[in-house]
């Protein structure tokens, strides 16, 4: 019979898969040029050791609660959020959200560069980018036990109606729902960010809040999926600031923001278009 070490096993690795799958592209090339003094290690190809090991993440079974029931009142608001968001299938919000879905580097560097009004690149900001490659290692595991324990469908399984990712829905269909991992990791970049422009807090937690929301557009997660993930994602953010390494990278990050501030670099993303897309959710 297979043990609850093998099953948390299996599930960390079916967690490190997405995240290579993630930042495969360019994510080793990244490793091999960032400036840091020592090497980052790779737990696997293209991914970069988190700054916490596995035994220093916070547990989501004993942060968030059991995922609602089905016929609950809590499941019932999960489904409401979920019907009234498909009407947004096929409008600039939806192409939003599988934009956001998508956490390749260097792609994913750019989801807050119009939040920070500046770019996020391997070039112009190396720090601040492996802070979010193996800080996205850390929110993306920490979820992993939960998902695996509840097991809870996805909203595109149980309405019939398609995502926002088709070519990701066979994976998704044998992949926890409860919390979502992609908000974990959205929302500790928020949190990160802001400590690294704190005059831009409201633009950048705000765009975090529309990644997360972009889960549910998408149909790929519950709006208690969201929730919980910002939990975890803030675990993640206060357990990091114990650790030297984050806390010096943090440092540099923040340093790179200021050059590139004083250069007048521009957003590496179409902000206007962004913001379009961004107002059509919010007038709903």
């Known amino acids: 019979m297979e043990t609850m070490q093998s099953r948390h096993n299996v599930a960390r690795g079916r967690m490190l898969v997405v995240l290579a799958l993630a930042m495969l592209a360019g994510g080793c090339a990244a490793a ?42 809590l499941q019932a608001l ?85 995502s926002c990712t088709p070519h990701e829905e066979e994976r998704l269909r044998h992949d926890g729902s409860y919390p979502s991992g992609h908000n974990a990791i959205g929302w ?17 937690l705000a765009r975090g809040r529309a990644f997360g929301r972009s889960r549910i557009v998408c149909n790929v997660h519950w709006q208690s999926d969201v ?21 010096a990278e943090l440092d540099a990050a923040r340093a790179e923001l200021q050059s590139v501030r004083s250069r007048g670099l521009a957003p590496s993303r179409d902000c206007a278009l962004e913001s379009e897309a961004l107002a059509i959710d919010s007038a709903r």
């Open 32 to 73: 091999q040029r960032q400036p840091a003094a020592a090497p980052v290690p790779e737990i696997r190809p293209g991914i970069p050791a988190g700054y916490l090991p596995a035994e220093q993440l916070p547990d989501p079974l004993a942060l968030i609660p059991v995922p609602p029931a089905a016929g609950s009142s």
């Open 78 to 162: 999960d489904d409401d959020v979920s019907r009234k968001s498909l009407a947004l299938h096929g409008t600039s919000r939806w192409k939003l959200a599988a934009e956001d879905a998508d956490l390749m580097f260097p792609q994913a560097a750019g989801t807050f560069s119009c939040a920070l009004g500046a770019p996020v690149t391997e070039r112009d900001t190396p720090h601040l980018y492996m802070l979010l490659r193996r800080s996205m290692t850390d929110a993306g595991l920490s979820t992993y036990r939960a998902k695996q324990k509840y097991s809870r469908v996805r909203p595109f399984v149980v309405n019939g109606q398609p």
């Open 188 to 204: 500790a970049w928020a949190l990160i960010l802001t400590e690294i422009a704190p005059d831009r807090a409201n633009a950048i």
């Open 227 to 247: 929730n919980e993930g910002r939990m975890m994602a803030a675990s993640v953010v206060a357990r990091l600031h114990a650790d030297p390494a984050f806390r």
